[in-house]
């Protein structure tokens, strides 16, 4: 009888398109009973043999005779699976879906920080190399030099960094040979599990009054002991801090065995210093009362479901999110809620744990990555039942998922800009299908695609028309900066926004001035020669920031000092034009001088806690007037702002993108219903130059209906989503003619596959290539390629680009292009 083998297939830890692939490890005798599916593992991989980790997604059996022989993995890096099944089919789809690589969909599941890498560590052994080594070989003397210098051992990483020589690598061998040095390999990830040390007394009740006797010298060890007599057990650096005793006392204690320190898990907590008061359940009115009773019908029935809720803002969604999150609680099962921006995250945990107390972890990029790591393990062990948090927050590896709240679910950050390219809607309905779960999208401007389903019956549909408080919507006034200009207003307000600041601030009512563009100053230019100071790097202009005095791109990060005279001309009077966040701060601080003004956008919260404390600050009324970009235009709820301006209600409206309308609906619209929501009547002052556009008009009305049908008519006509299926294919290289030949040969081909299975009319399935929209990011030119399922298949279109771009990427782009797919983009940028 043959004898069976057991082979692990495991995807390795490496972003090598070659290496997107299963391989297969045979699993040793004495590791039979441990591997398991999900488990990391190390294994060798390559002619060096070289250590990398592994997931094992698959075991399967084999007989004896192998077509090859199979390399032995090397151990498991944990006791447990780090990768439960569903997480496992999770995936693969998200692989299938996204045309993505395994190891990309295997990094959105786990915490950053935790993957094990293998480092090199180099030694020194010989002490008195520099009796062998001859002064003449300047490579091994600096080499030797140097590692000394790091106290004889160094990783391989930092000696590169250190070390001007070009063949490092020749001298590392030479030193091997020569027994200078040892080479070690040590594996280890970013992130650890934290621990604190606690110290206990180790002796008996009767013993205690003797030993402090016999300490009658050594009057620190005496507190020690008292102190430890009296509070059982603490911390070291309690004890420390509250004796002011240093730790040799406790050391010779330790010694003597009358003392003993234990290591206990400490998890970091983002939110350990923050009280939260309590929120009390609110009485919901009759739309709220109803949509909480059709879905929580469905969360008892166990249905697996998609809903929409359509409501204006202010119309009380948040509580309906909390009353549902009750039921999914009552039911033992766990829910994740989903918001689109860091900075409305306090808020929403704020009301979380104003309701249901301790039982929440809280997920996104603003947390370090040891608290990510520990928020992510409290949810592994099963110690929460509720996870908040930005668009990562949806693989939260949850083993009895009960709901999924997408708030804001139009918003474009629910979609990742890395690969995977996913979308939360997207993932959230998947584990919807896979785990019983139900999914509640809510928003005041949903999405076309979202609400043309809801409109087909595949999502079902409530609309809230009223505002919780019973509150009014805010009157919008749209000022036409055209006529401000005509009538001798150069200024960025117009008069009457001007007014009405001036009438909130006597009145002590809060303001908030929106504009999504930040920076001090759009570009720079010169008035003589028309010069405009662009990144050298990328197809853009700079933005000057006056608070770090200089110019910077919002795309590769480039920063450059401000010309004093024209770059092109000499010309010395180059000026500013355009506005920024910086320059309305500037300006309303000249017009407003006795305000409290602050400013909330990417450059005045990049410190940790910066978005926390801006909002504590403007809840608690210090601040005046809030400045900000679409950072302020959702979801925050201050019952004193009664004024809100919206200064360039254009910004958006005039990008080359078919989704420029929406945006524009979406955000005059959102910005707007910031502004009364308490008892006072709010107003909103929208300044544009296009107050006839049908996203404006509607926007000021609060019309949404009306938008959606103007809009989806025009979708329509010129074939974009939700009447088709978009792929974007993307092109980057720092030779123009490369990439242009490579992108012209990908559509040809794109063209002659469809042809070969009978779709002769493509020319409004394949658009392009054409330069992108910015047609050089980080000296690398860019085309893209827009593929539409109109008429066609949307899986051929997938399976095509799949052949292409992935399975046979080498012999059709050459490694020098760097190729993106994006599933159903966004931007097309």
């Given amino acids: 009888m043959k004898e069976k083998k057991y082979v692990a297939q495991v995807i390795v830890n490496h972003t090598s398109l070659q290496m997107d692939k299963i391989f297969d490890y045979k699993i040793p005798e004495h590791l039979l009973e441990i591997i398991k599916e999900g488990m990391r593992v190390m294994v060798p991989f390559g002619m060096g043999n070289k250590k990398l980790e592994a997931y094992v997604l698959n075991i399967k059996t084999a007989e004896e005779e192998l077509q090859y022989p199979l390399k032995e993995l090397l151990y498991p890096i944990e006791d447990e699976p780090i990768l439960n099944k569903k997480q496992i089919k999770l995936i693969v789809w998200l692989k299938n879906k996204y045309l993505c690589k395994y190891i990309d969909a295997i990094h959105c599941i786990l915490p950053a920080g935790i993957v094990n890498i293998e480092k090199k560590i180099v030694h020194l052994i010989e002490e008195d190399w520099k009796k062998s080594i001859s002064s003449n070989a300047k490579n091994q003397v600096e080499f030797l030099d140097t590692l000394e ?216 990029s603003n947390l370090s990555e040891g608290e990510r790591f520990d928020e992510w393990r409290k949810i592994i062990e099963e110690k929460v039942n509720i996870v908040i948090g930005a668009r990562s927050a949806i693989f939260a590896p949850f083993k009895n998922l009960g709901m999924i709240i997408i708030d804001e679910e139009h918003e474009h950050t629910y979609k990742s800009e890395t690969n995977p390219k996913y979308h939360a809607v997207e993932v959230a309905n998947y584990r919807s299908r896979e785990e019983d779960a139900i999914v509640v999208l809510g928003s005041a401007t949903p999405s076309m695609e979202s609400y043309y389903k809801a409109s087909k019956g595949e999502f079902s549909l409530f609309t809230l028309t009223k505002r919780a408080t019973n509150a009014l919507l805010p009157e919008v006034e749209v000022i036409d900066m055209k006529n401000e200009l005509d009538e001798g207003n150069k200024g960025i307000l117009s008069r009457r926004l001007y007014f009405l600041i001036q009438e909130n601030l006597k009145n002590k009512k809060q303001t908030i001035l929106f504009l999504n563009r930040r920076g001090y100053a759009t570009f720079i230019s010169c008035p003589q020669c028309g010069y405009v100071v662009k990144c050298r790097r990328c197809d853009i202009t700079m933005t000057y920031h006056k608070t770090m005095k200089n110019l910077q791109c919002h795309y590769c990060g480039e920063k450059e000092d401000i010309p004093k005279v024209c770059p092109s001309c000499s010309d010395p009077e180059i000026n500013y034009f355009g506005v920024g966040t910086q320059k309305i701060e500037s300006l309303i601080a000249s017009y407003f001088p006795e305000a409290v003004i602050s400013r909330m956008d990417m450059d005045s919260t990049s410190v940790k806690g910066s978005h926390q404390r801006i909002l504590e600050d403007f809840k608690k009324e210090k601040i005046d007037i809030l400045i900000g970009t679409q950072m302020i235009s959702k979801g925050l709820d201050f019952p004193n702002v009664t004024l809100v301006g919206i200064i360039a209600a254009d910004a958006t409206l005039n990008l080359p993108d078919f989704r420029a309308s929406e945006r524009t609906f979406q955000l005059v619209t959102q910005v707007a219903g910031r502004a009364g929501r308490g008892l006072e009547e709010g107003r909103v002052v929208l300044q544009t130059h296009s107050p006839e556009h049908y996203s404006i008009f509607t926007a000021s009305k609060h019309d949404y209906n009306s938008f959606y049908k103007e809009e989806l008519n025009l979708r329509k006509e010129f074939l974009y989503p939700p009447f088709v299926q978009l792929i974007h294919i993307s092109f980057s290289s720092k030779n123009l003619d490369e990439v242009y030949t490579i992108s012209q040969k990908i559509t040809n081909n794109i063209k002659y596959i469809l042809k070969a299975k009978g779709y002769t009319e493509y020319d409004e399935v394949v658009l392009g290539p054409n330069p992108a929209m910015i047609a050089k990011i980080k000296e690398k030119y860019r085309y893209q390629i827009l593929l539409k399922d109109h008429g066609v298949p949307y899986t051929l279109l997938k399976s095509i680009v799949k052949y292409l771009l992935i399975d046979h990427r080498q012999k059709f782009v050459s490694s020098k292009v760097t190729v993106g797919i994006d599933i159903d983009p966004l931007y097309i940028m």
């Fill in 149 to 364: 210098s790091l106290g004889g051992k160094s990783t391989l990483d930092k000696l590169y960094s250190r070390l001007s020589i070009k063949n490092l690598s020749t001298v590392l061998k030479l030193m091997e040979e020569k027994n200078m040095i040892k080479i070690d390999y040590e594996v280890s990830s970013r992130v650890k599990i934290q621990t604190q040390q606690y110290a206990k007394l180790n002796l008996k009740e009767t013993e205690i009054e003797n030993i402090i006797n016999s300490l009658k010298n050594a009057k620190r060890q005496q507190e020690i002991i008292l102190f430890l007599k009296q509070h059982k057990m603490c911390t070291v650096k309690e004890l420390m801090d509250q004796l002011k005793v240093t730790r040799a006392p406790l050391n010779t204690l330790v010694e003597k065995g009358y003392v003993v320190i234990i290591e206990k898990e400490y998890k970091r907590d983002p939110y350990k210093n923050v009280a939260f008061e309590n929120l009390p359940k609110m009485a919901a009115n009759l739309e709220q009362n109803k949509v909480i009773q059709e879905i929580t019908a469905d969360i008892h029935q166990e249905k697996t479901k998609t809903f929409l809720i359509h409501g204006i803002t202010g119309s009380g969604k948040t509580e309906i999110y909390l009353q549902l999150m009750e039921e999914v609680l009552k039911k033992g099962k766990q829910g994740i809620i989903l918001v689109p921006e860091i900075a409305l995250t306090p808020q929403t945990v704020e009301r979380f744990y104003g309701r249901f107390g301790d039982g929440i972890a809280v997920l996104h």
